[in-house]
């Protein structure tokens, strides 16, 4: 096992694994910029390194930086979190060449995954479904006309490098795909650094079910069940769900089986997670693969009893995997919801500093948390402070546990999405497990508009 | 007629200059806050008088970015 590892985040994921090794008697060492000089995270680590100026592209964005920090402080094993850097190929190559071992998947998996376009190809290779669309990469705009119309409106306008929902929209004729076409682009050029742009048919409100992966370096892979993350706004998701409300055992098996095929044809070591969206038929197609810890991961986490960040580290360090198919629990349900500091009405972000943080607690609540009352919330970072999960024996005490723990959560200072996440926790349609990707705009923008 | 800001965050860029004439609901500012840009629009149509930030600077909701008249 490892003697140090460096954690090349920051926030909420970067306590979460500084806790797992600090269970394992492994040291840590955190890397911060400038605005998080007195972060938990920080506070927390064994050793903590500086790495730059607050702007992320200065600081923990910076691979030479972070490689800089792991040598001084002699890391063994460097753990990326989610986000920033985790799934940049660079990082893992860096590590490879220094000696460090990425806990993660091998760079060329990384790689594939990264380019969409590749990955898609890959997919329908390993006979897993893929979401009708353009063949590879639209050139220009009179391709993509003519794609379009082939596949028929509505259409997804998608980059190849994208994530987090930038570079991506939905366009329903000639003259929108028109208008979004060329600043989709260039916006994708400017943040992933290509304007490889493809074109999916658009489904409407598909619910999104995700399956977790574990592989080890011995070819041995599991799934570890299903995820439901159809709660979204701005193709980001704001409620997780263990296992899925639909509760279909037979499907489960199926797109359990497709995504072990996906992490199989690109030779995936470590977690992953295997994205697809699934239609009212039952129908799954494949979205994407993160390669990477996923932010929802203490849902599974719940139901399946495993600590996978343990396991991320036991894996990397070349342990079997100590448990096949058959061992993996899933037991009761359960429920995350994420709090972001923005206000819940227009969902805008809303930093300063929080004055009063006080947590909910009970049996079955978990919080993963990156602040604590006199934290400052910059602009610099994702507005997602900290998460919220419950574990219960059903769906429906679990929503009920939900509820109660949103209520008891108290941020004081700045603005949160409490508001936004009781209002639908205690939606009828929420409660039947009703859930699809435009839930929020279906359901709880109407209802303030009327 | 002064446009604010309607949230916290970093001024990326300022696609106007004082003296060009806006209609009503175009952009005249982009902010950008945790990952996000949110473009500012004018809520009338006039000319831009005074503009009083600049590309990188931060500022607060409610904070004047521009006037129009």
Known sequence: ?450 | MQITATMAGTVLSIPVAVGEAVSEGQDVIVLESMKMEVPIQSEVAGTVRVVNVQVGDFVNEGDVLIEVE
């Open chain 1, 1 to 450: 096992m490892f003697r140090k590892v460096l954690i090349a985040n920051r926030g909420e994921i970067a306590r979460r694994v500084i806790r797992t090794c600090r269970a394992m008697g492994i040291a840590t060492v955190a890397v911060y910029s400038d605005a998080d000089a007195n972060a938990l995270h920080v506070r927390e680590a064994d050793e903590a390194v500086r790495i730059g100026p607050p702007p992320v592209a200065a600081s923990y964005l910076q691979v030479d930086a972070v490689m800089e920090a792991a040598r001084q402080t002699q890391a063994d094993a460097l753990h990326p979190g989610y986000g920033l850097l985790s799934e940049n190929p660079a990082l893992a190559e860096a590590c490879a060449d220094a000696g460090v071992t990425f806990i993660g998947p091998p760079a060329h998996a990384i790689r594939e995954m990264g380019s969409k376009i590749r990955a898609r190809q890959l997919m329908r290779e390993a006979g897993v479904p893929i979401v009708p669309g353009s063949d590879g990469e639209v050139a220009d705009l009179t391709a993509a006309l003519q794609t379009a119309r082939d596949i028929g409106y509505p259409v997804m306008l998608k980059a190849s490098g994208g994530g987090g929902g930038i570079g991506m929209q939905v366009v329903e004729s000639d003259a929108q795909l028109e208008k979004a076409f060329a600043a989709n682009q260039q916006r994708a050029k400017s943040y992933f650094g290509s304007g490889a742009m493809f074109l999916e048919k658009y489904l409407e409100a598909p619910r999104h079910i995700e399956i977790q992966l574990l592989f080890d370096t011995h070819g041995h892979g599991v799934y570890l069940w299903e995820r439901e993350c159809s709660i979204q706004r701005r193709h980001q998701k704001v409620i997780e769900e263990a296992p899925s409300a639909l509760g279909d055992a037979g499907l489960r098996k199926r797109m359990g089986e497709a995504a072990l095929a996906a992490g199989r044809a690109i030779g995936y070591t470590n977690a992953g997670t295997v994205e697809f969206i699934v239609d009212g038929a039952g129908h799954f197609y494949f979205l994407e693969m993160n390669t990477r810890l996923q932010v929802e991961h203490p849902v599974t986490e719940a139901v399946t009893g495993l600590d996978l960040v343990e396991l991320q580290l036991r894996v990397a360090a070349g342990e079997p995997l100590p448990f096949d198919q058959a061992g993996v629990a899933l037991n009761g349900h359960a429920i995350e919801c994420r709090i972001y500091a923005e206000d819940p009405v227009r969902m805008l972000p809303s930093p300063g500093t929080i004055q009063v943080l006080e947590l909910p607690t009970g049996e079955g609540v978990r919080n993963d948390v990156g602040v604590e009352s006199g934290s400052v919330v910059t602009p610099y970072y994702d507005p997602m402070i900290g998460k919220l999960i419950v574990h219960a024996p059903t769906r429906e005490a679990a929503i009920a546990k939900m509820a109660q723990a949103l209520a008891e959560y108290r941020v004081e200072g700045i603005k949160t999405n409490l508001p936004l996440l009781a209002q639908i926790v205690a939606h009828p349609q929420f409660q039947a497990g009703a859930t699809t990707t435009d839930f929020i705009r279906q359901y709880v923008q109407n209802r303030k508009e009327s």
